[in-house]
């Protein structure tokens, strides 16, 4: 008998995983606790690239014939991307984990730095912002770390550290039809860093 009183779901979750008025594991609170609640997450800007008829919208300076951006010139207004974007200045955890980051380092400012990151971000951290349900997360978009003050706000004038390329995102879910409960992206930093911000 008593073997069938602990089978339940808290038994399940070692990390104490709040769990729903429906009885089902609540990971979209989970983060969000993470993030705001218990301060372990931090502020980025996210970069989104804006999509026109299904392809990210191109800027002006792309140059026609080669299909690459014109990367001789500074563009004031993709800053170099060859895309028009978005910034948002949105909240996320970012989870060092060995077995991803794994042996890549690289130096900035002395400070040795993860060449491959895992970021997590909430369902909605987009649309939140854009005000677009169908904004979702792409791999044209950077994640851009930029320079905090003391008690954690993002410094003025902006002061960029690291970019992150996205080389995936997942959108998870509990079961294949179900919610997204969060995002996890695969990024390499970018070790130029030299777009603006
Ligand atoms: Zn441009």
Same mark, same amino acid.
């Given at each position: 008998?008593?073997?069938?009183?602990?089978?339940?779901?808290?038994?399940?979750?070692?990390?104490?995983?709040?769990?729903? *008025?429906? =009885? *089902?594991?609540?990971?979209?609170?989970?983060?969000?606790?993470?993030?705001?609640?218990?301060?372990?997450?931090?502020?980025?800007?996210?970069?989104?690239?804006?999509?026109?008829?299904?392809?990210?919208?191109?800027?002006?300076?792309?140059?026609?014939?080669?299909?690459?951006?014109?990367?001789?010139?500074?563009?004031?207004?993709?800053?170099?991307?060859?895309?028009?974007?978005?910034?948002?200045?949105?909240?996320?955890?970012?989870?060092?984990?060995?077995?991803?980051?794994?042996?890549?380092?690289?130096?900035?400012?002395?400070?040795?730095?993860?060449?491959? *990151?895992?970021?997590?971000?909430?369902?909605?951290?987009?649309?939140?912002?854009?005000?677009?349900?169908?904004?979702?997360?792409?791999?044209?978009?950077?994640?851009?770390?930029? *320079?905090?003050?003391?008690?954690?706000?993002?410094?003025?004038?902006?002061?960029?550290?690291?970019?992150?390329?996205?080389?995936?995102?997942?959108?998870?879910?509990?079961?294949?039809?179900?919610?997204?409960?969060?995002?996890?992206?695969?990024?390499?930093?970018?070790?130029? =860093?030299?777009?603006?911000?």
């Amino acid at each position: 008998m008593d073997f069938y009183r602990s089978t339940n779901l808290t038994h399940l979750n070692p990390y104490n995983t709040p769990i729903s *008025e429906y =009885g *089902e594991i609540d990971l979209r609170k989970e983060l969000h606790d993470i993030l705001w609640t218990e301060k372990r997450g931090m502020y980025l800007i996210y970069r989104k690239v804006r999509f026109h008829h299904g392809y990210p919208f191109k800027c002006t300076c792309w140059d026609a014939f080669t299909q690459e951006q014109d990367v001789d010139t500074t563009c004031d207004t993709c800053k170099g991307l060859g895309y028009l974007f978005d910034d948002y200045i949105v909240r996320g955890y970012r989870s060092s984990t060995q077995a991803f980051s794994g042996s890549p380092v690289m130096e900035d400012e002395g400070k040795k730095l993860n060449l491959f *990151e895992l970021f997590y971000f909430e369902h909605n951290f987009i649309s939140l912002q854009s005000g677009n349900n169908l904004d979702i997360p792409t791999t044209y978009d950077k994640i851009i770390e930029v *320079e905090m003050d003391i008690d954690g706000a993002i410094s003025s004038p902006l002061k960029q550290r690291i970019r992150y390329d996205i080389l995936s995102t997942d959108a998870y879910r509990l079961d294949e039809r179900g919610r997204i409960e969060y995002y996890r992206m695969r990024t390499k930093a970018n070790p130029l =860093g030299s777009y603006l911000v």
